[in-house]
T-cell receptor
Framework: QQQVKQSPQSLIVQKGGISIINCAYE??????FPWYQQFPGKGPALLIAIRPDVSEKKEGRFTISFNKSAKQFSLHIMDSQPGDSATYFCAAAKNQAGTALIFGKGTTLSVSS | GAVVSQHPSWVICKSGTSVKIECRSL??????MFWYRQFPKQSLMLMATSNEGSKATYEQGVEKDKFLINHASLTLSTLTVTSAHPEDSSFYIC?????????????FGEGSRLTVL
């Protein structure tokens, strides 16, 4: 059972465009939703995260939109740059000490210059 | 931010040998560490959860006798792949949390790439 579904699998965006990646979750006990960025051969790095008490969070060019009723959340990358080309993973976790993150399958983003 | 260090970053070994990967939290005490496995172009799959001083909890389908996890201190967890085979070749990533109020904010290591010949 896939608890966190992520789409699309891959995405090509022109420089300066908006990249949008979507995730849906099933477990209503999840209440922490981070996005990670991973470059080849490296561990994932936390990009931005949101909790269900807000519907949107923005940090620089990155925005998370959260729809609790639909159990969906998305990452928007504004003014996409070639340096943003990486694999992005959404994840979810319960608000419980020592709980592991459950990851989506990832989206490979390519930003053309 | 907090730093989690893994060593070695890559290792090549012969089939049948055992390999140990270390995961250290450098500037915080990690009450819980997690081990993930990632095959090429795939997601991170949780292998086990390790709490300091207690036995690791393995995910379904992960052989506890093959993937030995030790979390002997609040700053170190080790994963030993015993009798490694080519199908064990993968990218192993650890993550750690101090278990504070911001639960879920995991810090990841840089990963260890294992190649079994």
């Amino acid at each position: 059972q896939q608890q966190v579904k992520q789409s699309p699998q891959s995405l090509i965006v022109q420089k300066g465009g908006i990249s949008i990646i979507n995730c849906a979750y099933e477990n209503t006990a999840f209440d922490y939703f981070p996005w990670y960025q991973q470059f080849p051969g490296k561990g994932p790095a936390l990009l931005i995260a949101i909790r269900p008490d807000v519907s949107e969070k923005k940090e620089g060019r990155f925005t998370i939109s959260f729809n609790k009723s639909a159990k969906q959340f998305s990452l928007h990358i504004m003014d996409s740059q070639p340096g943003d080309s990486a694999t992005y993973f959404c994840a979810a976790a319960k608000n419980q000490a020592g709980t592991a993150l459950i990851f989506g399958k990832g989206t490979t983003l390519s930003v053309s210059s | 931010g907090a730093v989690v260090s893994q060593h070695p970053s890559w290792v090549i070994c012969k089939s049948g040998t055992s390999v140990k990967i270390e995961c250290r939290s450098l500037d915080f005490q990690a009450t819980t560490m997690f081990w993930y496995r990632q095959f090429p172009k795939q997601s991170l799959m949780l292998m086990a959860t390790s709490n300091e001083g207690s036995k690791a909890t393995y995910e379904q389908g992960v052989e506890k006798d093959k993937f030995l996890i030790n979390h002997a201190s609040l700053t170190l967890s080790t994963l030993t792949v015993t009798s490694a085979h080519p199908e064990d070749s993968s990218f192993y990533i650890c993550s750690a949390t101090s278990g504070g109020p911001n639960t879920g904010e995991l810090f990841f290591g840089e990963g260890s790439r294992l190649t079994v010949l």
